[in-house]
C-alpha cells in the first residue's frame, strides 16, 4: 500500500482522527490518549501504530515514556493531493454551463418559458 492510502485509511476511522485532535495540543502518553475512550490501551497502541505507519504521528523514547505527537508531512502530501481536485471541482461548479441548476433552452420542455 503506497503512503497515500495509508494514509487515508488511517483518517478513515473517527478514534484515530480524534486522537490526532488531541495531539494538536501537545505530545501525549498512551494513557493520556485513552483516557476519553472506552477502549483497552493495547487498542489504543493499535490505533497508535496504524497513524505511526501512515507517518501522521511520531514517537518519542524518554526512559519509560513514549509520547506520541504529530508529525505533519503525510497531511500535507494528502492536502496536496487534495488540492489538484479541489481545483477541478471549484473550477467546474464556477461554471455556469456545467451547473445543473440552469435550464437550457434546448432542454426545456414545449410550451415553458424560452421555447
Known sequence: MDALSRTFQALADPTRRAILERLLQGEASVNELAE???MTLPAVSKHLKVLER?????RGREAQFRPARLTPQALQDADAWIAVYRRLWT???DAPEDDP??????AAP???PGT
Open 54 to 58: 501512515a507517518g501522521l504521528i511520531g
Open 110 to 112: 414545449p410550451g415553458s
Open 91 to 93: 473550477g467546474r461548479l
Open 101 to 106: 441548476r440552469q435550464t437550457h433552452p434546448s
Open 36 to 38: 476519553p475512550f472506552r
